[in-house]
């Protein structure tokens, strides 16, 4: 049922809504008296028969969904988002191509071979090149503060590195970074008017995008070399890859590594000025749990959506076949059943069994130890160069229905 606490028409996946908090205060009284609730959807109904989704917000729930996929599917889109009408079906038949909407066993069988490109041993051998890559983007950045102006964080340090990590992941030659950047960028921004990019400019870039992700896949089956296109493109154990397959899932890595990544560092520096004791931590220990406890703060991915494959009980509530379920990570991250103190940001905190990367089922981040380097990284090298930073300003949020995102955050070194 519908919580009877909340203001007719709540919505949590209203971007207008987003754009201007992540409702925490709702989200409590949600886990406490009606942790499996009933939501109009007036701003993102995905096309489907219904009107609205079930919000699961406690911590167990989301859990037991996300490790359930023959009870909840992920076949009919895991985002909870509307696009335009007359491209709505279009974008679903492309989505169901996409590893993040499929379900067991085609699922399993194209997450074994793109597990060959995720190993420890792969993701640590970026570690020199990301490295170099950190300290220049902090350097550049300490070069715009010397005159003691305040610079934008997101587009000055937060930006580069996620997209360079993807490049490096897929070896992306270096003439050829700027222009998947701009194909990552705009396919992020294309539900922001502020960026007049429309729906059609975001669906042509990925387009453009897909079909250079294809001729690469085709160039290293023809001329095999020491990347990951090739270990995924050429036969082994698991099978392979096709080209659009693999064409599918860079896109998938430009939307899931990019601007999740970009918005935990932001919140994360956010995070830390407005907690200069834990800043100064961070600065003398650098503890090493630091970078999961800002994914937990920051959870950058509010939400994703599952489909009940039949009728199934979830929190005391009867969940009809057929109907949407959100899986509100930014509510189980905060449930004080599983956090001791959850609204206090605390880099220590130890076990941190936060669900910012997903629920643990076999849709589980991917790239989470790619985006934990990342931020370690990119900390460290801050810390080192531009130790005084302070704000200059509240963080300007995206407007979206299911992403926690800044675009804008001004910061300085005057004192
Ligand atoms: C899946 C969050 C960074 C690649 C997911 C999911 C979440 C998530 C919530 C869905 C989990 C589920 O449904 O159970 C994040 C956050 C990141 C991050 C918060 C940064 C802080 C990355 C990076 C990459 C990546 C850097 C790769 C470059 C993926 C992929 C999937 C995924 C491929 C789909 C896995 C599947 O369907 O089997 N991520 N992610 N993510 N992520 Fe990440």
Redesign the pocket.
């Known amino acids: 049922m519908p919580c009877p606490h909340l203001p007719e028409g709540f919505d949590v996946t209203d971007p207008d809504l987003l754009q201007s908090r992540v409702p925490h205060p709702e989200f409590a009284l949600l886990r406490r008296v009606a942790p499996v609730s009933w939501c109009a959807q007036r701003h993102g109904v995905s096309g489907f028969d219904d009107d609205g989704y079930w919000a699961v917000t406690r911590h167990a729930d989301v859990k037991y969904v996300?490790t359930h996929p023959e009870l909840f599917s992920s076949w009919t889109n895991?985002a909870i988002i509307r696009f335009n009408e007359s491209i709505q079906r279009d974008q679903i038949d492309v989505q169901r191509l996409i590893?993040?909407n499929m379900d067991p066993p085609e699922?399993t069988r194209v997450?074994q071979i793109v597990q060959r490109g995720f190993t420890p041993r792969a993701v640590n051998s970026l570690r020199t090149a990301l490295k170099e890559r950190a300290l220049k983007i902090v350097d550049e950045a300490v070069a715009l503060s010397r005159d003691g102006g305040s610079f934008d964080f997101v587009s000055n340090i937060a930006v580069e590195l996620?997209l360079q990590?993807?490049a490096e992941?897929i070896g992306v030659p270096q003439e050829d970074r700027s222009k998947i950047f701009d194909w990552s960028n705009t396919m992020a921004s294309y539900d922001d008017p502020e960026f007049a990019i429309t729906e059609e400019a975001g669906i042509q870039a990925s387009m453009e995008f897909l079909s250079y992700a294809m001729n690469l896949a085709a160039a290293r089956k023809e001329c095999p070399a020491q990347d990951i296109v090739t270990k995924l493109v050429a036969a082994g154990d698991s099978g392979s890859l096709s080209n659009d397959e693999f064409g599918f899932f860079v896109i998938?890595?430009a939307v899931?590594?990019n601007e999740?990544?970009r918005n935990?560092i932001t919140h994360g520096m956010h995070a830390f000025l407005s907690h200069p004791e834990q800043w100064e931590l961070y600065r003398r220990e650098r503890p090493a749990t630091a970078a999961e406890e800002i994914?937990r703060w920051a959870t950058?991915?509010v939400s994703?959506q599952r489909t009940a494959t039949q009728d199934v009980e979830l929190g005391g509530q009867r969940i009809p076949r057929g109907d949407r379920v959100g899986l509100f990570?930014s509510s189980a991250n905060n449930d004080p059943e599983v956090f001791d103190d959850p609204e206090s940001f605390d880099i220590t905190r130890d076990p941190n069994p936060h669900l910012?990367?997903?629920?643990g089922?076999?849709?589980?981040?991917?790239?989470?130890s790619?985006?934990v380097m990342e931020i370690d990284l990119i900390f460290n090298a801050i810390a080192d160069a531009l130790p005084g930073l302070r704000l200059a300003g509240e963080p300007r949020r995206l407007r979206s229905a299911w992403l926690n995102g800044v675009k804008e955050l001004r910061v300085t070194t005057a004192p």
């Open positions: 996300s895991t590893m993040l699922h997450r996620p990590a993807i992941l998938l890595l899931a590594g999740t990544t935990a994914v950058p991915v994703f990570y910012g990367f997903g629920g089922g076999p849709h589980f981040c991917l790239g989470k790619l985006a």
